[in-house]
Each structure stands twice: as structure tokens, then as C-alpha cells.
């Protein structure tokens, strides 16, 4: 199975700063056929499901701050909060969703707490 | 707009069955893979399996934890997702949410998901 590791586990930040959380498989999820990146980022807020946040390790979904960038290739994969606001209060996870490899394993979350 | 609503948690006994529904609208139940995922309280979200969509006869796939314990099935009929859960464990208590894939224009991303359903295995 792939491994999926996020750090650090959690963070505390003041609204306004950027933040980087990192995202690290076990496998390359770049599918050479088509160059493309099949890892995603979830956010969690307390109390609800996780919603899409980006996927192909860059693409924002519709309702997403462009404050939020992902970025990365291969293995190692970043999430970046530029100008952090209060609401961004979550957990956020990383998803592999390579056609190849099952399961499609989570990481571990990184919990974003503002101070 | 696209929907799921899971129904059918509650409190079960060990070794105990239990069976979740997800009910779904605002899109095309066939054309999309379904997947459920689990989340224990306070833990991260566990992915337990899918079952295809049309095109790519509604098979199945599950994760070690769940395979042979676990079935993922689907009304086309009536747009509803199941997982029956069987021998269920004090370790299957979670929340368990349907989540429908998003295809290739999501990368395979879950793009959907329901509000969840609470199991609890406990005697």
C-alpha cells in the first residue's frame, strides 16, 4: 500500500500569515501516460465531512480561495495558505487517487489552529 | 445539486451486522464510481472501498481492513449506495461517510460527500 505522510501533525498560526503543510507518498503518483499528479487535499472543518479542496495536486475546486496552492510532484507534495484567515480553522488531508495502487490511502491530517 | 445522505448507523454489538444506506441526487448515479470512508472519533479518514460505475461493471474494491467483512453494493434504480458491514468490532466504530468520485475531470478526487453516519460497536 501507499503511504501517505503529512507534517507536522498540527500548527498554530496568526490570521494573516502564510502557512506550508507537506504531503509525502511512499510512491510516485505522477502517471507518466499523462504527466498528471493524482493526489488531493480535503478540508475538514470541526463537526462536518471533508470537502474537495484541490486535486491533481494543483487544481483549486470552484469555491476555493485562490489563497490556497497546491503544488508538488512525484512524492513530495505542499499545501499553501497564503494570508491565513480565521475560517481556515481545519484539518486538512491528503488523498493518493492513483488508478494503479489501492487502497486510496489518507494521510494522517495536519490541524491548522489560529491563534 | 448533487446529494448524499447516509442512514442506518446506530449502536451494534460485537460480531453484530449493520447495514448503511446513501441516498443520492442531482446527478447521474451510473456514471460515477462510489466510495465509502470511515473516520474513528478524533482519528483521521480511513478509505474502505468503491464500487465502479457503469461503463466499468459496477466491481468492487476494498481495503484490507474491511475485505471479506464489508460489501459495497448499489440500487441503479433508485440512486442508493449500500455497505453491509458484518462482524462488525469495537475498531469499525466510526463515522461513516459515502463520497461519490469525481471521474477523470476530478483526478479521481472524492468531489461529494454526505453528512455521515455514526457506528458505534460496543456491548
Known amino acids: 500500500d501507499i503511504v501517505m505522510t503529512q507534517s507536522p501533525s498540527s500548527l498554530a498560526v496568526t490570521a494573516g500569515e502564510k502557512v506550508t503543510m507537506r504531503c509525502k507518498s511512499s510512491q510516485s503518483l505522477l502517471w507518466s501516460v499523462n504527466q498528471n499528479n493524482y493526489l488531493s487535499w480535503y478540508q475538514q472543518k470541526q463537526g462536518q465531512p471533508p470537502k474537495l479542496l484541490i486535486y491533481g495536486a494543483s487544481i483549486r475546486e470552484s469555491w476555493v480561495p485562490d489563497r490556497f496552492t497546491g503544488s508538488g510532484s512525484g512524492t513530495d507534495f505542499t499545501l499553501t495558505i497564503s494570508n491565513v484567515h480565521a475560517e481556515d480553522l481545519a484539518v486538512y488531508y491528503c488523498q493518493h487517487n492513483h488508478g494503479s495502487f489501492l487502497p486510496h490511502t489518507f494521510g494522517g491530517g495536519t490541524k491548522l489552529e489560529i491563534k | 445539486e448533487v446529494k448524499l445522505v447516509e442512514s442506518g448507523g446506530g449502536l451494534v454489538q460485537p460480531g453484530g451486522s449493520l447495514r448503511l444506506s446513501c441516498a443520492t441526487s442531482?446527478?447521474?448515479?451510473?456514471?460515477?464510481?462510489m466510495s465509502w470512508v470511515r473516520q474513528p472519533p478524533g482519528k483521521a479518514l480511513e478509505w474502505l472501498g468503491f464500487?465502479?460505475?457503469?461503463?466499468?461493471?459496477?466491481?468492487?474494491e476494498y481495503s484490507a481492513s474491511v475485505k471479506g467483512r464489508f460489501t459495497i453494493s448499489r440500487d441503479n434504480s433508485q440512486s442508493i449506495l449500500y455497505l453491509q458491514m458484518n462482524t462488525l468490532r469495537a475498531e469499525d466504530s466510526a463515522t461513516y461517510y459515502c463520497?461519490?468520485?469525481?471521474?477523470?475531470?476530478?483526478?479521481?478526487?472524492?468531489?461529494?460527500w454526505g453528512q455521515g453516519t455514526s457506528v458505534t460497536v460496543s456491548s
Open positions: 442531482g446527478f447521474t448515479f451510473t456514471d460515477y464510481y
Open positions: 464500487i465502479r460505475n457503469k461503463a466499468n461493471g459496477y466491481t468492487t
Open positions: 463520497a461519490r468520485d469525481g471521474g477523470i475531470t476530478r483526478y479521481y478526487a472524492m468531489d461529494y
